[in-house]
């Protein structure tokens, strides 16, 4: 007989991120994330004002993958990133 036991919930992760509108190709950085559940071991490079880049390729590393990926201006977005 096997055992019956509760789904664990996902981890996700919301990032908005800006570059800079003056200098055209210019770096995406975070400007407010919020977790909900975990993001070890990527919590550190979440921060205000971080790059972007280093947080995304970190998370997929732990298994996220982008569920959302937005722009709402040509110089500022959003991303979804989900595991479990």
């Known amino acids: 007989m096997?055992?019956?036991g509760i789904?664990?919930?996902p981890d996700l992760v919301l990032a908005s991120w800006t570059r800079n509108p003056?200098?055209?190709g210019s770096a995406r950085k975070?400007?407010?994330s919020r977790v909900i559940?975990?993001?070890k071991p990527?919590?550190?490079k979440l921060t205000s004002g971080s790059l972007l880049i280093p947080a995304i390729k970190c998370l997929k590393k732990n298994g996220f993958i982008v569920v959302v990926s937005?722009?709402?201006t040509a110089?500022?977005?959003y991303l979804l990133l989900q595991r479990g």
Do not use: D, F, N, Y
Request: with cysteine; proline share 8%; glycine share 8%.
């Open 37 to 39: 559940g975990s993001a």
């Open 30 to 32: 975070i400007t407010a």
């Open 70 to 72: 937005k722009r709402t």
């Open 22 to 24: 003056l200098i055209p």
């Open 75 to 77: 110089v500022s977005g």
């Open 42 to 44: 990527c919590e550190s």
């Open 7 to 9: 789904p664990l919930e």
């Open 2 to 4: 096997s055992s019956v």
